[in-house]
């Protein structure tokens, strides 16, 4: 009788809880919602493939915009429409410096964030420009996050980005998810295989995905190997970083990429 309870509950929570492909999607979405258009492959994505998590970086300003207070209204109507979507997990960008941002500016953005209300709020903190070798100042900023009451989690949740590989550090005991590769396509050539140390939390960016030989077929197959390395997420994007900023659009690879994720 216990056993059959036991099965009933652990059914009952299956049923509910949502089962996500290993390998999510991160979206640095570093552009204004003139319109909801401008967000518009990313609601397109979040509907057409539900069953795959998205991590979506919000950042109206480097950061939350002024202290204490709530986002631009464009902000705020367009954030409730992702918020619609489970599979939609959104942390606000703040700024860390590689260690040299005045902690205070830090932990404000971090506490502007928590104070956006629930319905247009974020559920974690992205924090950028993270210092490679350990600092001790990130292990507060990850304790002001997980300590803060957000939106729809009982603990806020942590992404830091130094963009390259960190090797087996404390970080990873702060971060839910580590940036461990930012940089050009051809730069992750040079550099695959990409270290795997914790691949569960480990998040790949590779913009500038594009030039001679660079196909539907490289992208596919790029997106596969990640995958089955197990990486916890990752962005790819066609945009070229000499070009232009390759956050504020998306690609014209970005429905395909985030179908490859998805298959
Ligand atoms: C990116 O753009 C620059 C400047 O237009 C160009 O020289 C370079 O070849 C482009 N890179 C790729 C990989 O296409
Ligand atoms: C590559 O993928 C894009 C988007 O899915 C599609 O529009 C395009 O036709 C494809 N190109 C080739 C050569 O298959």
Request: proline share 6%; glycine share 6%; hydrophobic share 40%.
């Given at each position: 009788?216990f056993?059959?309870?036991t ?12 089962v ?31 069953s ?6 919000i ?30 997990l959104l ?14 500016d ?6 502007t ?11 974690g ?7 490679a ?11 002001a ?29 702060l ?12 730069e992750?050539?040079?550099?695959s ?50 070009q ?20």
């Amino acid at each position: 009788m216990f056993l059959l309870t036991t099965l009933c509950a652990l059914f009952a929570l299956l049923a509910v809880v949502p089962v996500y492909a290993t390998t999510g999607v991160i979206v640095p979405l570093y552009q204004f919602p003139v319109t909801s258009a401008n967000w518009a492959p990313l609601e397109t994505a979040l509907s057409t493939f539900p069953s795959l998590q998205f991590y979506v970086i919000i950042n109206p300003n480097s950061g939350p915009g002024d202290a204490d207070s709530q986002p631009d209204p464009a902000y705020q109507t367009n954030i409730q429409t992702l918020r619609t979507h489970s599979n939609a997990l959104l942390v606000g960008y703040v700024l860390t410096g590689f260690g040299t941002r005045a902690s205070a500016d830090v932990l404000q953005d971090i506490q502007t964030y928590a104070g956006w209300d629930a319905s247009y709020g974020v559920d974690g903190i992205f924090f950028d420009q993270t210092m490679a070798g350990f600092d001790a100042e990130y292990t507060s900023y990850s304790d002001a996050v997980r300590s803060t009451a957000w939106p729809s989690r009982a603990t806020g949740y942590v992404i830091m980005n130094p963009g390259e590989d960190i090797g087996n550090s404390d970080y990873y005991s702060l971060a839910d998810q580590i940036v461990t590769f930012e940089q050009t396509y051809a730069e992750f050539q040079q550099e695959s295989p990409i270290p795997l140390v914790h691949p569960a939390q480990q998040s790949v960016i590779i913009h500038t995905f594009t030039g001679p030989g660079v196909s539907n077929q490289t992208l596919s197959s790029v997106v596969t190997s990640l995958k089955s390395s197990g990486f916890a997420s990752t962005y790819i994007t066609n945009l070229n970083i000499s070009q232009t900023d390759v956050y504020a659009n998306f690609g014209s690879d970005f429905a395909q990429f985030v179908a490859d994720v998805a298959a």
